[in-house]
């Protein structure tokens, strides 16, 4: 069945550094795939997504490319803020219409 | 702009009490999702519903129950609250006709069961 791992955290960037997240999954088909984030004190919020293989999902700043070949869908971020601290999850469907996340990844990000 | 409300933010609670946490969305979703998020432990499924009266089980479902009478409302019902229910409940509602798995969630309420 469908399943996602992510990188373990927390990560700890300087403000401007680099952020790179680690995904991967396996699934039978090339499913949609999703990453939400989650701010101190709220919800999750979807960030990004791909629905095919080569799509590469964006939104303020964050990329992430659906690569088929390596399974995976990484998120990057050229140049962090303090404001991006929160969690992370990847996710992708389980079903038609159920979601499994990976297990979060927190960043703080230093001023 | 789509929303998804929660009854409480913060809820504390009695070891055996009967506790409802309500869940209201505004989007006309067909699905609606109640899930459970711990340290370490990340979110995990308790109950979802695809219909009005229409449920079923997550991967967690022992000691609570739910209810959908309407669209845009869906209950979770913890029969008899115990300390291991401490936790963050987050509500969830997607369409059926959109990008399958795309969700939207609540704030969620931390309950604290003592």
């Known amino acids: 069945g469908n399943s996602v791992t992510q990188m373990e955290g927390p990560v700890t960037l300087s403000e401007e550094a680099f952020l790179t997240i680690n995904c991967t999954y396996t699934?039978?088909?090339?499913?949609?795939l999703f990453w939400y984030v989650q701010y101190p004190g709220e919800g999750l919020q979807l960030l990004l997504k791909a629905t095919k293989a080569d799509d590469k999902g964006s939104n303020k700043g964050f990329e992430a490319t659906y690569r088929k070949e390596t399974t995976s869908f990484h998120l990057e971020k050229g140049s962090v803020q303090v404001s991006d601290s929160a969690v992370y999850f990847c996710a992708l469907p389980l079903s038609s219409y159920k979601l499994i996340f990976g297990s979060g990844t927190r960043l703080l990000v230093r001023p | 702009d789509v929303k998804v409300t929660q009854s409480s933010r913060y809820l504390v609670k009695r070891t055996g009490e009967k506790v409802f946490l309500e869940c209201v969305q505004d989007m006309d979703h067909e699905n609606m999702f109640w899930y459970r998020q711990d340290p370490g432990l990340g979110l995990r499924l308790i109950y979802f519903s695809y219909d009005v009266k229409m449920k079923e089980k997550g991967d967690i479902p022992e000691g609570y129950s739910v209810s959908r009478e309407k669209k845009e409302r869906f209950s979770l019902i913890l029969e008899s609250a115990s300390t291991n229910q401490t936790s963050m409940y987050l509500c969830?509602?997607?369409?059926?006709?959109?990008?399958?798995?795309?969700?939207?969630f609540g704030p969620g309420t931390r309950l604290t069961v003592t």
């Open positions: 699934a039978t088909g090339y499913p949609s």
């Open positions: 969830a509602s997607s369409s059926t006709t959109g990008l399958g798995g795309e969700q939207y």
